[in-house]
Structure formats: C-alpha cells, structure tokens
C-alpha cells in the first residue's frame, strides 16, 4: 500500500525558512519522479516543484524559483523541499506524490508564513 507522509510544517516570519520532508513507502521510490504540490485557502491546488527519479533534474515553479530546493534521498525513501525567504503567500498546505498525482494524498503539512 502505497503511503505518503508530509512533515515539517509550522509557523514562520517572512523571510523564515523551513524544509519539509515526505517519507514514502510501499513503493520503489527510487524508480518515480515525485513532486511538491500545495493548496492555500479557499484556492485550488498549485504545483511546486518537481525531481526526476534520480535526483539530477529539478523543476520549480515561477512563484518557488530562486527559494526553494527540491531534493531527494532514494536510501531513505524521503523527498525534500527547502524553502527560503518565505513570504505570507507561500501560506498553504504542501503535498507530495508522483509526477502523476495518481497516488493516495497523504494529510500535507500546513505552512503558515506571518509575522
């Protein structure tokens, strides 16, 4: 059974840091490209970022470029994002799954950017 578990969320200042981690298992992690999708209030989901299954290519979106460093462990099953500079609009709730999106979503980890 595939499982998905988001960690690492809080509360931060503008400007503050977190890294959120997403521990995978029922699967051969190593072999699937994984992403970091996030949903704010009252909006629909946002893609992030995304890995390749081996950790060598990274793509973020315009909003996380330049903050934000996706990365991986395949060892320890584990997908990461990195976020810098955080700002109130990163507020929202951040998600893993692959590339397709067609795993069960786990809980997320909520981020909450406020001073």
């Known amino acids: 059974e595939v499982q998905l578990v988001e960690s690492g969320g809080g509360l931060v200042q503008p400007g503050g840091s977190l890294r959120l981690s997403c521990a995978a298992s029922?699967?051969?992690?190593?072999?699937?490209?994984m992403v970091w999708v996030r949903q704010a209030p009252g909006k629909g989901a946002e893609w992030v970022s995304g890995?390749?299954?081996?950790?060598?290519?990274?793509h973020y979106a315009d909003s996380a470029k330049g903050r934000f460093t996706i990365s991986r462990d395949n060892a320890k099953n584990t997908l990461y994002l990195q976020m810098n500079s955080l700002k109130p609009e990163d507020t929202a709730v951040y998600f893993c799954n692959n590339l397709g999106g067609n795993w069960p979503w786990g809980q997320g980890t909520q981020v909450t950017v406020s001073s």
């Open positions: 890995i390749d299954s081996g950790g060598r290519s990274t």
């Open positions: 029922g699967f051969t992690f190593g072999s699937y490209d």
